[in-house]
């Protein structure tokens, strides 16, 4: 058995300032205040010397980090996000995938996701492609074109199966109803988010009906039109902001390009929240472009760009997105850790087994400080990072 001690423990509700954890194997045996804890002789002992235990921090919407993109290295994107935290990688593919890339890619992730740090992307992928509107970044590489076609989308749909967790969707775009009808038989369980789209709010409510529940980085995902010149349109964002059982991602970037502070403090009022998921939407550094300062345009350190200088996601990861929640707006440590760790387990439905430090769940743990700089992290029970650096292979 192991156990922290000497921590402050992050849970729904709030903080624990004297606690301790206590798990055997892969599971939480008990977690709360240090003397309610029964910890074991000769149990390995963590003492977090006063810093925070958290759940580990679930990213449902990341394309990969350094050099490579999950479809093409998954083993080295898990070592890449697990020292910072990040016990739950939804990989997402976008649509400067090909069919054969993608399918290739969901093979290598299945077959990497059996073991050690690879755990981390056991539950499926987020496929941000095809079924988007094709606008938006690497127009350049973008693998698919023309209108949704039955002999595309099914091979793809047949090859993922019940691999594919998250489908995002253009509801404007002809036949799409089809699609997902199709990805509903073949994998039940599979959610669908709001994609890059224009479409309307009617569209949006039109297609709720198949299993709609979450919608894509909220406020830079497309805008419907006006009815009239110099009118504002309802579309995915309006619409996700009325429906009070949709999740809201939010790309929180160090300098609010993203979303800007105002916005996402309106966003997370309307929705509550209960009903926001942090992501990082995070993208390799393959173009070894850092920004567009040369065009005049300044975004930040932590954002990524296409090869003519568009915003194209970012480079961060999940604990700099839960810290820099805080920076922006007026909530604290729990909330924010909440956004990254229990909004996105009830989503996939995974909220008996990950998000949560409650006993008998997964011991997906964490040791930070204030500002969320991640000492230790624990994968299913095993010691996985320590100080930034990957010890389970």
């Known amino acids: 058995m192991k156990a922290i001690i000497n921590t402050k423990l992050i849970t729904e509700l709030g903080i624990i300032w004297k606690a301790a954890v206590l798990w055997d194997g892969d599971r939480i045996v008990a977690a709360g205040r240090e003397e309610e804890v029964d ?41 890449w996000f697990i020292v910072h935290g990040e016990t739950t990688i939804l990989p997402t593919f976008y649509h400067n995938l090909n069919m054969e890339q ?81 990805a509903k038989k073949v994998n039940p369980n599979v959610i669908f988010a709001y994609g890059h789209s224009n479409a309307t709010s009617e569209q949006c ?28 349109g309802a579309g995915c964002d309006e619409y996700s902001l009325i429906e009070p059982e949709l999740y809201s991602e939010l790309i929180m970037d160090e300098n609010a390009i993203h979303v800007v502070p105002d916005l996402a403090k309106s966003i997370i009022k309307c929705k509550g929240p209960e009903h926001i998921i942090l992501i990082t939407d995070s993208m390799p550094n393959q173009l070894g472009t850092l920004n567009n300062e040369e065009d005049g345009i300044w975004y930040g350190p932590d954002l990524n760009y296409d090869d003519i200088g568009y915003l194209a996601g970012s480079r961060m990861t999940l604990d700099h997105g839960v810290k820099n929640t805080m920076t922006h707006t007026p909530y604290g440590l729990a909330h924010a850790i ?39 992290v624990f994968l299913e029970g095993e010691l996985a990072a320590d100080n930034g650096k990957v010890v389970m292979e």
């Not at 910890?39 to 980090?65: M, Q, S």
């Not at 492609?129 to 606008?135: A, Q, S, T, V």
């Not at 693998?143 to 404007?172: H, M, T």
């Not at 409510?205 to 830079?220: A, L, N, P, S």
């Open 39 to 79: 910890i074991p002789e000769g149990c390995e002992i963590f003492d977090a010397h006063g810093k925070y235990t958290a759940p580990g921090l679930i990213d449902i919407h990341n394309h990969g980090g350094g050099e490579w993109k999950f479809a093409e290295d998954p083993v080295y994107c898990s070592k």
């Open 102 to 182: 993608m399918l290739e890619g969901a093979r290598k992730v299945k077959e990497a996701s059996k073991t050690g740090v690879g755990r981390i992307m056991q539950y499926g992928l987020y496929m941000e492609g095809p079924f988007m509107n094709l606008h938006g970044s690497f127009q350049n590489e973008i693998a698919w074109s023309g209108d949704i076609k039955e002999e595309e989308y099914r091979p793809l749909i047949d090859g993922l199966g019940s691999q594919a967790a998250v489908y995002a969707i253009d509801p404007s775009r002809e036949h799409i109803e089809d699609v997902m009808i199709y």
């Open 205 to 232: 409510r039109r297609v709720r009906k198949y299993g709609c529940k979450v919608h894509t980085h909220h406020g830079d995902a497309g805008r419907a039109k006006g009815r009239a010149q110099g009118t504002p």
């Open 338 to 376: 909440a956004m990254a760790t229990i909004n996105p387990a009830r989503l996939l439905g995974l909220d008996d087994e990950i998000g949560s430090l409650e006993p008998g769940k997964k011991a997906n743990i964490i040791i930070i400080d204030d500002e969320v700089n991640v000492e230790k």
